[in-house]
């Protein structure tokens, strides 16, 4: 972890090898440790709308239960399954890297930046829907403001409605959707700016730039896009899942 | 000290592990089980498979105590952000100042209203755009960014 | 007693850091976390001068009961300008990011921070924050008060919130990054020799703040983006129309705010830790209890923020809980107050300005200090809460103390920063009618505050103008006071006396390389052998009671 | 006013002593503290002031026990220091049952109240001597704080619930009432004054005061004009509703297994939001009121219906409020004075 080691000079510096550190692995854990600590600060980032999501959710249930009902768990459970590939890819990526093979680096590299926009395109069309069934909250879209149908006791079940659970309310049901949209949206622009570093590591590499001694960047936002992985690893359940068994129940 | 690579079949295996852990968490969510047992269950699936990827796919596994401790202090102060928060909302209903039930604020002229129809019945009905707040006043609400 | 041994000092350099390049560019491009620092220190000083006219705008205003100087209007984005300027844009990255960026490379021995380009990108970040800010206020302002509670700000307000709010968003990034930095640079830096306990008592108190830093900030982000989206779309998770509780927007706000004020006294604490030791040439007294201190504070900050909310409908056991813990918080100041009077106990006190503010700040952050325990007592807090006794409490430790630092530290450091040396007498001078200055006007509004007066008031009853009227001469000569430490810096940059490497004759890392230093900062790493503030060898050390906790770890 | 320069404000109610014990308790510490830190401060920058330029002194090393005890010390005069501000917190804000009650509305930038017995007054409370006084407050706009220094408490008013506070006055005067909460551009205007009266002054301030109808009577009327009582019967002996008499201060079951217990928070709950709870055995059919009724007319409702008594009795009308009595919980203020 220190640095008490060595203060002999490097001999034959790496050329990424920048003039403050001592040497390469130096310059590689600090990276990794950096970050590390970026991530902790993620996850208190997403943790603020969290605690704001298991609050209202325990004084609403019935609300929350309606509104998540509306949400399209085929497209969240295919999603998942979109990004957990992404992230296996990513995996890989950082793996071929370690071990120096470039080609199959290159081809992990796509496929997780595809799947990280396959991600993007689904979380699209899930938002138009929401945006054709009037559920965005407040006045976010100007033109378009919240404003549902509800399922009327006794009409013949239409998708487009909202179905309200015995003690749902509609405002809850937009306390819902405001906390759904923050924290997907939130995890949407995590997406997006992955998606960027993606771009920027597929430059480099093409270039020949990261090798087995080298290849922090790789290994970084590897890391990185893990932790997006997670985030979403657990919102899938909370906003998708936990609402289904009220229907029965 | 030189970095561990994890071997390929790791990498697999916690994929197709993952795979199942969805599917399980989907299965799941259309079983009733008793009590909050949905919920803790959605959450232990999703803490197991967030545990994978951190362990083998963030190569925590194989990564030096600074990392764990960083890793469990994220843990620990969300939950600290979780207990403290709840610790106030948990016992409002305790200390006899009329509980913590919120409701719609009246002023806040509401975004949902009722109709009464001609037989007697009612009818909720949306008005998304009644104004906030201000409007009280009579005033349109100025909101400047 | 044993006389000084003068180290050897290198010979002043030719090239340093300051004249290594010209020209604008080779500063705005720079990665050198010394110039980052001084420009930093140039934004930071813009940024407490606005602030400070603000206050004076406030003072006069209050010269009178009946509000005649400034519209109710006016004032309410006064003050509330004041506190947000002063707070996330003056005395958060003050030390931090001038004298920590500066020092700790040096201090433990490193060519620069790990990451040299996020260290510049924070200072843009924080830039374009200063930017959006300064446009909010010049496009109307903001009058929510600081602390931007809900529903106010999200419906009520019609001034510029969101404009606002996003420059403390982006402000806060720059926050994290610093804090980032310094933990990365502290865990992988250090030179050869350089272990955790032979740190300066400083890096140990930055190393605290930036966890502060990178723990809490991303959640004053996160609850200030929400704020802004609720505004915009009207609705949201704080909208009681919703069902939802402007309560829970205190929580969050302040599960960053209180330990926010962590992150603005204890880099202050470390430097007056530095001071304390240095002029009196003396090793500070228990040295990891400091050291464990400042650790302890940074997480125990964060479990006392319901202390603002006793008197919001918080329940009264949460109530309960957060006072007990706030008193927990007090106990590691305590530690650190008695363990810097403790180091003065036989020591060689000399009478230079920077040690005139560090005893000038444990005075002040006693009495502040002390003051927050009545604000956590629960009962007296009642009657206190939003009172001026809570505006002379954390006044008396933000400008009284973490200020104070702040100044001490930046006489202290300014033969090394400017090699040159700031005219000691205009000095003492500016200190002394500081430290009156500040007890004029804070100490009268203690009473005040007990008499009932309440804060963010632009019009009170006339039996509070005594107070009024004392507190408004104090901060003329406060203002004044300042005024001198501003004129006579910049004048030191030119006309000063030339500092040589060591100055003060002290033993710690950044004094061994010549005033200003080079780029690199050392002309070979240093292998460092000796504890911090080692001015005499340890086996002479004087043993008080049996145990001897330094001595005993090698 | 005083000629000198007070240290305490005013002191009117039960509170005013013990705060300012604990007080005066702290302050002492403080000062001693302070003094101590300062004094040894001065006494060694002067005993071991640097006498020439290059001397060292011996250095000195930590001492566990010191360390301890300075530790220690400060901690149990913390604790001592905790555990009185958490008692007389408690009493703060615990609300007595056998209090007067009054209504207060918050609004940018004016307090309006109204006693039981239906006298309204704004940014101007009278009080009498020697009761105990319950404040029931909501807020139509944002957060304002309900503060009287005299009295030694304050407590916030918030939209969107209820909130109580409690004080017994103890001197007769007029007293500064603060809004302690910024609530935006005249919050400084926010101000009014609560008025202490021997009871028999206040009494007569009441019967002044006629011709306002009592909260409880204009929500009996509400109640009718509303609709409520088709369901919940003209004085709330219930039928497709839940019956409403006597209904106050009970647990109620909920179609959920629980039990809520059913105060003013509850009823307006009820109103506003009625398929959060539903009462054991009914289906969710009442309709929410929500943007129907003011915060004012709301206070209306739940007065009216706290003063329902089980027999069906007919509650107390618009008759001359100072004489009849006052309905709900609280005895009225006009009884039980000699
Ligand atoms: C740098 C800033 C800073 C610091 C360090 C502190 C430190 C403390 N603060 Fe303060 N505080 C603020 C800045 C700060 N505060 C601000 C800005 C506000 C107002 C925010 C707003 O609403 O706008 C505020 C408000 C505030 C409140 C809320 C008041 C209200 O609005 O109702 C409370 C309540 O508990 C409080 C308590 C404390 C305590 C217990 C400490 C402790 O950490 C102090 C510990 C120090 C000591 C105790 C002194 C040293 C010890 C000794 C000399 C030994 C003797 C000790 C014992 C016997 C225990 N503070
Ligand atoms: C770092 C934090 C910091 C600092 C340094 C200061 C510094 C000062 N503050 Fe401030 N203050 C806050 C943080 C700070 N404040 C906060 C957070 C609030 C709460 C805001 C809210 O309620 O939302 C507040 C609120 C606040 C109030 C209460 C307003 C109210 O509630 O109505 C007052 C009133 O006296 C005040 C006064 C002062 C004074 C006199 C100084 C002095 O120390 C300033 C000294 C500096 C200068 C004077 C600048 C240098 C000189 C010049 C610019 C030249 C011009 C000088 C002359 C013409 C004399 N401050
Ligand atoms: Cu109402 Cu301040
Ligand atoms: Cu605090």
Redesign the pocket.
Do not use: C, D, E
């Given at each position: 972890m220190t640095t008490d080691a060595t203060t002999a000079p490097e001999v034959h510096a790496h050329r990424a090898l920048q003039h403050h550190f001592e040497n390469m692995e130096q310059q590689r854990e600090a990276g990794t440790l950096g970050m590390w600590v970026f991530l902790v600060t993620e996850i208190m980032f997403f943790g603020g709308m969290f605690l704001a999501y298991t609050l209202y959710r325990s004084l609403f249930p019935a609300s929350f239960a309606s509104a998540s009902n509306h949400l399209d768990i085929t497209l969240g459970t295919l999603n998942t399954g979109v990004l957990i590939f992404s992230s296996f890819t990513m995996a890989m990526a950082v793996y071929f890297t370690q071990i120096g093979k470039h080609r199959p680096q290159l081809l992990c590299l796509t496929i997780t930046l595809l799947l990280g926009l396959t991600f993007l395109g689904v979380k699209a069309v899930e938002y138009y829907d929401k945006y054709e069934d009037h559920l965005i909250p407040g006045r976010l879209i100007p033109g378009n403001p919240f404003n549902p149908a509800v399922q009327e006791e006794g009409q013949k079940p239409d998708p487009h409605k909202l179905h309200l659970l015995q003690g749902a309310t509609v405002p809850q049901v937009e306390m819902f959707y405001w906390i759904y949209f923050a924290m997907t949206g939130m995890h949407a622009l995590h997406m997006i700016i992955g998606a960027g570093l993606l771009t920027f590591l597929l430059i480099f590499s093409l270039k020949r730039r990261f090798d087995p001694e080298y290849h922090s960047p790789v290994e970084v936002i590897g890391l990185y896009w893990h932790f997006v992985d997670i985030v979403w690893i657990f919102l899938f359940p909370l906003l998708y899942l936990l609402g289904r068994h009220f229907e029965h129940g | 000290m030189s970095e561990h690579i994890v071997p390929v079949r790791v990498y697999i295996a916690v994929f197709l592990v993952l795979l199942a852990g969805t599917a399980l968490t989907v299965a799941a969510a259309f079983y009733d089980f008793p009590w909050q047992l949905n919920t803790i269950v959605a959450l232990t699936i999703a803490t197991a498979k967030a545990t994978f990827v951190v362990l083998y796919f963030m190569h925590v596994r194989y990564s030096v105590r600074l990392v764990w401790v960083i890793v469990a202090s994220a843990l620990f102060w969300m939950a600290i952000m979780f207990a403290l928060t709840f610790s106030d909302y948990r016992t409002r209903k305790w200390d006899g100042r009329l509980g913590m039930i919120y409701s719609p604020g009246c002023s806040v002229v509401s975004r949902t209203s009722i109709m009464r129809r001609q037989d007697g019945q009612f009818k909720r009905i949306v008005a998304s755009d009644v104004l906030i707040g201000a409007s009280q006043k009579g005033q349109a609400p100025l909101i400047s960014l | 007693m044993r006389a000084i041994e003068s180290f050897e000092v290198p010979a002043p350099p030719k090239v340093n850091y300051i004249n290594a390049q010209y020209g604008l560019k080779s500063w705005l491009l720079t990665k050198d976390h010394k110039r980052i620092a001084l420009l930093y220190l140039g934004s930071i000083t813009f940024f407490?001068?606005?602030?400070?006219?603000?206050?004076?705008m406030?003072?006069l205003e209050?010269l009178t009961p009946q509000g005649d100087l400034l519209q109710s209007t006016t004032?309410n984005k006064?003050?509330?300008q004041?506190?947000?300027i002063?707070?996330f844009f003056?005395?958060i990255p003050?030390i931090p990011a001038t004298l920590g960026n500066f020092l700790i490379p040096m201090m433990i021995g490193a060519k620069d921070l790990a990451f040299p380009r996020i260290n510049l990108l924070s200072w843009y970040i924080y830039l374009l924050g200063g930017v959006v800010t300064i446009y909010a206020l010049l496009a109307g302002g903001v009058d929510?008060?600081?602390?931007f509670y809900t529903p106010f700000s999200t419906t009520f307000s019609n001034s510029y919130v969101v404009a606002t709010g996003l420059g403390i968003f982006i402000n806060g990034f720059s926050s994290i990054l610093t804090g980032l930095n310094f933990i990365v640079t502290i865990h992988t830096m250090r030179a050869p020799g350089m272990t955790w306990f032979r740190m300066p008592l400083f890096c140990w108190s930055l190393y605290a703040t930036s966890l502060v830093m990178v723990l809490g900030t991303p959640v004053i982000a996160i609850t200030i983006l929400l704020l802004a989206f609720e505004r915009v779309s009207r609705v949201g998770i704080f909208d009681p129309g919703l069902g939802g509780d402007p309560v829970l927007f205190q929580h969050l706000f302040w599960f960053y705010s209180h330990p926010a004020v962590y992150i603005?006294v204890l880099p202050s604490m470390g430097v007056i830790s530095e001071l304390v030791a240095n002029f009196s040439r003396k090793n500070i007294f228990g040295y990891s209890f400091v050291a464990f201190s400042s650790l302890a504070i940074a997480v125990f900050g964060f479990l006392v923020w319901g202390h603002h909310l006793f008197v919001t409908p918080q329940s009264i056991y949460a109530g309960m809980i957060f006072s007990f813990l706030s008193f927990a918080v007090a106990i590691p100041s305590a530690i650190k107050v008695f363990n810097w009077t403790a180091t003065l106990y036989k020591s060689s006190i000399s009478y230079d300005t920077p040690m005139l503010y560090a005893l000038g700040f444990i005075g002040l952050f006693t009495i502040g200090g002390m003051t927050g325990l009545f604000l956590a007592s629960l009962a007296v807090d009642v009657h206190l809460s939003d009172t001026?006794f809570v505006?002379a409490h954390?006044?008396y430790i933000?400008?009284g103390g973490?200020?104070m630092g702040y100044l001490g530290g930046l006489h202290y450091w300014w033969p090394k920063i400017s090699g040159r040396m700031y005219p000691e007498g205009w000095g003492r001078f500016s200190a002394l009618v500081i430290f009156v200055?500040?007890n004029l006007?804070?100490l009268p509004?203690f009473v005040a505050g007990y008499l009932g007066m309440?804060?963010?008031?632009?019009a009170y009853p006339p039996e509070f103008q005594v107070f009024?009227v004392l507190?408004?001469a104090?901060?003329?000569?406060?203002?004044?006071?300042?005024?001198i430490p501003?004129i006579y810096f910049v004048w030191s940059m030119r006309y000063g006396k030339h500092a040589d490497a060591n100055p003060w004759h002290l033993p710690g890392l950044e004094w061994r390389t010549p005033s200003p230093p080079p780029t690199e900062n050392f002309e070979v790493t240093p292998i460092v052998t000796w504890d911090a503030y080692e001015f005499a060898p340890r086996e002479e050390t004087e043993v008080v009671g049996k145990f001897r906790p330094e001595l005993e770890r090698t | 006013m005083q000629s000198w320069i007070p240290l305490v404000p005013d002191s009117a109610s039960t509170f005013s002593w013990k705060v300012d014990a604990l007080y005066f308790y702290l302050s002492g510490i403080t000062l001693f503290f302070t003094l101590l830190i300062s004094g040894v401060l001065i006494f060694f920058v002067i005993r071991y002031r640097r006498r020439t330029p290059y001397e060292i002194p011996r250095p000195v090393a930590g001492s566990h026990k010191l360390e301890t005890i300075w530790t220690v010390i400060p901690f149990l005069i913390a604790m001592t220091m905790f555990g009185w501000g958490a008692r007389v917190y408690f009493d703060q804000y615990k609300p007595p049952t056998n209090a007067i009650e009054v209504y207060v509305v918050g609004k940018q930038w004016m307090w309006k109240l109204q006693h039981a017995t239906g006298q309204r007054e704004i940014n101007e409370l009278h009080v009498p001597v020697g009761r105990k006084v319950k404040l029931i407050m909501t807020s139509e706009d944002v957060i304002h704080d309900f503060f009287v220094p005299a009295f030694r408490t304050k407590a916030d008013v918030v939209p969107g619930r209820y909130t109580t506070m409690w004080f017994e006055p103890t001197t007769p005067g007029t007293y500064h009432l603060f809004c302690a909460e910024?609530c935006g551009m005249n919050h400084s205007g926010m101000t009014g004054s609560i008025i202490v009266m021997e009871p028999r002054e206040f009494d007569n301030w009441l019967s002044g005061n006629i011709g306002a109808t009592t909260p409880a009577a204009a929500g009996q009327q509400l109640f009718q004009t509303l609709g409520c009582a088709s369901c919940h019967g003209a004085n709330g002996e219930g039928g497709r509703g839940p019956t409403l008499a006597g209904a106050f201060g009970k647990m109620t079951p909920l179609q959920s297994g629980e039990t809520v217990r059913v105060d003013e928070g509850y009823i307006r709950e009820s109103i506003l939001n009625p398929q959060a709870k539903i009462v054991a055995g009914f289906g969710p059919i009442m309709p929410t009121f929500q943007g129907q009724v003011s915060e004012d007319q709301l206070v209306q409702l739940v007065a009216f219906i706290k003063s329902l008594r089980a027999t069906g009795q007919t509650p107390a009308t618009a008759a001359s409020p100072a004489q009849t009595a006052s309905p709900g919980t609280a005895p009225s203020p006009t009884r039980n004075v000699r």
């Open positions: - | - | 407490f001068f606005i602030g400070g006219l603000y206050a004076m406030i003072r209050l004032y006064v003050f509330t004041h506190g947000i002063m707070v003056f005395l003050s929510t008060g600081w602390t603005m001026y505006v954390f006044h933000m400008v973490a200020l200055g500040f006007t804070f509004q309440p804060r963010r008031y632009h009024n507190s408004t104090g901060a003329s000569i406060l203002g004044f006071g300042m005024l501003a | 910024y």
